[in-house]
């Protein structure tokens, strides 16, 4: 399974994302995590200390490696670099690793550079392509409210886009127009997933404003999640109905997915 989360700042795709992966590796799969969140927090949503946290490098800022892979010096625009850079040895290189989980932080390319057909877009473009098209395991991508990390080609492998939304009418547009922009990449499995809903009129308000998105579940509002991560706790560990809900939902995403 090769699976991007996105959605609007603050909905809970990250909290979901790491869910994900801990229910896949705990049901005996390898997993790849890829944070490709500008605000890169899936490390602590893994369980993965602060500390730790923050003597992770993003592949983004691996000057010295881009340098030597793409043949150009980040930072620069036009030129000639190689668009394809080998990429294979990177995920087990330069990821760290929890419980069956590798974790990969990419970084975001910042500044003027942005959107730029540069050496650092291209090794990122050239990562995902192998993680999503060529790796075995699992892989679960957390990614902001675009999709500006995946070429045609790498959405194209990706088998579930999920979409993030809480009750609200910005998380709800916000989905319309994720799914837009991953239509155009020829990504047409796009589902939303319901996250801090509190009861059934707000999970039935989900689905009467997302006609046309299937919904394979919701991840309800729960003080123990507020309260495991305000302490640094993984919530996989400490919220039992959390997991309950990720595995329902990843059940039915399946279960989508084999009969379209």
Same mark, same amino acid.
């Given at each position: 399974?090769?699976?991007?989360?996105?959605?609007? @700042?603050?909905?809970?795709?990250?909290?979901?994302?790491?869910? *994900?992966? *801990?229910?896949?590796?705990?049901?005996?799969?390898?997993?790849? !995590?890829?944070?490709?969140?500008?605000?890169?927090?899936?490390?602590?949503?893994?369980?993965?200390?602060?500390?730790?946290?923050?003597?992770?490098?993003?592949?983004?800022?691996?000057?010295?490696?881009?340098?030597?892979?793409? @043949?150009?010096?980040?930072?620069?625009?036009? @030129?000639? %670099?190689?668009?394809? $850079?080998?990429?294979?040895?990177?995920?087990?290189? /330069?990821?760290?690793?929890?419980?069956?989980?590798?974790?990969?932080?990419?970084?975001?390319?910042?500044?003027?550079? !942005?959107?730029?057909?540069?050496?650092?877009?291209?090794?990122? &473009?050239?990562?995902?392509?192998?993680?999503?098209?060529?790796?075995?395991?699992?892989?679960?991508?957390? *990614?902001?409210?675009?999709?500006?990390? =995946? @070429?045609?080609?790498?959405?194209?492998?990706?088998? !579930? %886009?999920?979409?993030?939304?809480?009750?609200?009418?910005?998380? #709800?547009?916000?989905?319309?127009?994720? &799914?837009?922009?991953?239509?155009? #990449?020829?990504?047409?499995?796009?589902?939303?997933?319901?996250?801090?809903?509190?009861?059934?009129?707000?999970?039935? /308000?989900?689905?009467?404003?997302?006609?046309? /998105? $299937?919904?394979?579940? /919701?991840?309800?509002?729960?003080?123990?999640?507020? &309260?495991?991560? !305000?302490?640094? #706790?993984?919530?996989?560990?400490?919220?039992?109905?959390?997991?309950?809900?990720?595995?329902?939902?990843?059940?039915?995403?399946?279960? #989508? =997915?084999?009969? $379209?």
């Amino acid at each position: 399974m090769k699976i991007a989360t996105s959605g609007k @700042g603050g909905v809970g795709k990250t909290t979901l994302a790491s869910l *994900m992966a *801990m229910a896949y590796a705990d049901a005996g799969y390898n997993v790849i !995590a890829i944070d490709a969140n500008p605000d890169a927090n899936l490390a602590l949503a893994l369980g993965i200390s602060p500390e730790e946290a923050d003597n992770i490098t993003p592949i983004i800022e691996l000057q010295d490696l881009i340098y030597e892979r793409t @043949g150009a010096q980040p930072g620069t625009i036009g @030129g000639n %670099f190689k668009l394809n $850079p080998e990429v294979s040895d990177i995920p087990d290189r /330069f990821s760290i690793e929890r419980n069956g989980i590798k974790l990969l932080v990419m970084g975001t390319v910042k500044g003027p550079l !942005a959107g730029c057909v540069c050496p650092e877009s291209a090794m990122l &473009k050239a990562l995902l392509m192998h993680l999503v098209l060529r790796r075995d395991e699992v892989v679960i991508l957390d *990614m902001d409210a675009g999709v500006e990390h =995946l @070429g045609r080609g790498t959405a194209q492998g990706v088998d !579930a %886009f999920l979409i993030v939304v809480e009750p609200g009418q910005r998380s #709800l547009q916000t989905a319309r127009s994720v &799914k837009k922009l991953a239509e155009g #990449l020829n990504i047409h499995n796009c589902y939303a997933v319901g996250c801090k809903t509190r009861n059934e009129s707000e999970r039935q /308000f989900i689905k009467d404003n997302l006609p046309g /998105f $299937p919904i394979p579940g /919701f991840l309800d509002y729960n003080e123990d999640i507020v &309260k495991a991560d !305000a302490e640094g #706790l993984n919530v996989y560990e400490r919220v039992p109905q959390a997991v309950k809900n990720v595995q329902e939902i990843q059940q039915e995403m399946e279960r #989508l =997915l084999s009969n $379209p």
